[in-house]
């Protein structure tokens, strides 16, 4: 992410020193990475969070405002002066009163708010294949906020990323945890289905260039190796220098299975959406990749610390 931003064309360039925008979930997973860089470039951070009293790395470098849902002029106030939104918010997988249907809901707030306050561009973080159709909310609910996106009348881009990995990741993390710990991984069906990492800096840097381009777009954003899943789990095993056996299995009992170990850990581990979307080959698509970092260089580079710790998602956004 280091070059990117200063390798853009200078007549174009907006997210210069003294720019202001805001990144909702600044100190989370890809959030952070994008901030770096922004921060590195000189441009200053409004940081949209839900746990605004929650440390980021980046101390009193970034301006921290709690999300203010429903509450449409303290929102459009956190985004008065911002030139660009970047918008990474969503909820994985719906728990309690946090449904896919709320996000959808907050995320039109949200766009409404930075039409009101003036931002120029809204640097959407979306997901490969969204579909108004699908039954799973996840994937609907993606598709819903894109098409508001479109409705709010603010420019903007849409990257749609498949699955991203780097430091802070959860998935193949855990993958590497359960590999650390167990002879045999249960994949669903036959595991053939294919998924194309992306490193979240490289991720980051093409939401810097989106912010930067003009006029309304949509693309995919993937990575530069593409997997089976099966092979996927053998290759995070071969870094480790585990030998595990892969074993496919109808998804009920995968479903069964991750339930019980996020039972023990006290996390949602897999979603039953999430084995869907897997087995529906959600996870990865014909596009150009949008950066050249690969996972099997970076599993090598981290297999003395990935999967040490179980990396757990609702302690991350229900247990603050
Ligand atoms: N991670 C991946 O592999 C991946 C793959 C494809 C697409 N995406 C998409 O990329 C975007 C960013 O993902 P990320 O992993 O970087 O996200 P993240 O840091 O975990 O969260 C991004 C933002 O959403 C908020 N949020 C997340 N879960 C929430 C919950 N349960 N309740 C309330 N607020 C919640 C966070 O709030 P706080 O600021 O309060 O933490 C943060 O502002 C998402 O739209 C996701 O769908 C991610």
């Not at 992410?1 to 890809?30: F, H, I, K, N, W």
């Not at 003036?118 to 699908?134: C, E, F, M, N, Q």
């Not at 590497?176 to 800096?201: E, I, K, S, T």
């Not at 949509?218 to 892969?246: H, K, N, P, Q």
Request: proline residues 5%; contains cysteine; aromatic residues 6%.
């Amino acid at each position: 992410m280091d070059t990117e931003l200063a390798e853009l064309p200078p007549r174009r360039r907006t997210l210069v020193a003294g720019a202001r925008v805001a990144v909702t979930g600044a100190g989370g997973y890809s959030g952070r990475v994008l901030t770096r860089a922004l921060l590195d470039a000189g441009t200053r951070v409004v940081n949209l969070t839900g746990a605004p009293e929650r440390a980021t790395p980046f101390g009193e470098r970034i301006e921290s405002r709690a999300f203010a849902w429903e509450r449409p002029g303290e929102l459009e106030r956190s985004l008065a002066g911002c030139e660009v939104l970047f918008n990474t918010y969503w909820i994985r997988f719906p728990r309690g009163a946090a449904t896919h249907e709320l996000a959808v809901r907050r995320s039109s707030e949200l766009f409404d708010a930075a039409r009101r306050a003036g931002v120029r561009r809204i640097v959407h973080t979306s997901i490969a294949k969204p579909d108004l159709g699908s039954p799973l909310s996840y994937y609907r609910g993606k598709a819903e906020v894109e098409r508001a996106l479109r409705a709010s009348g603010v420019g903007h881009a849409i990257l749609r990323p498949t699955v991203l990995f780097g430091d802070g990741d959860v998935l193949l993390n855990n993958i590497a945890w359960c590999v650390r710990r167990f002879p045999c991984f249960l994949v669903p069906g036959d595991g053939r289905y294919r998924v194309q990492p992306l490193h979240v800096a490289d991720f980051a840097a093409a939401l810097a260039r989106a912010a930067e381009a003009d006029g309304d777009s949509t693309s995919d954003a993937v990575g530069a190796e593409t997997y089976e899943f099966r092979e996927l789990v053998r290759t995070v095993a071969g870094a480790l220098g585990r030998r595990v056996a892969v074993v496919g299995a109808p998804k009920s009992v995968v479903r069964a299975a991750t339930a019980v170990l996020g039972t023990c850990v006290g996390d949602v581990m897999l979603t039953s959406q999430e084995i869907e979307g897997l087995c529906a080959g959600l996870l990865a698509t014909d596009a150009p990749p949008v950066g050249s970092r690969r996972l099997s260089r970076w599993l090598g580079e981290h297999a003395d610390d990935l999967g040490v710790r179980y990396a757990n998602e609702v302690a991350r956004h229900y247990r603050r």
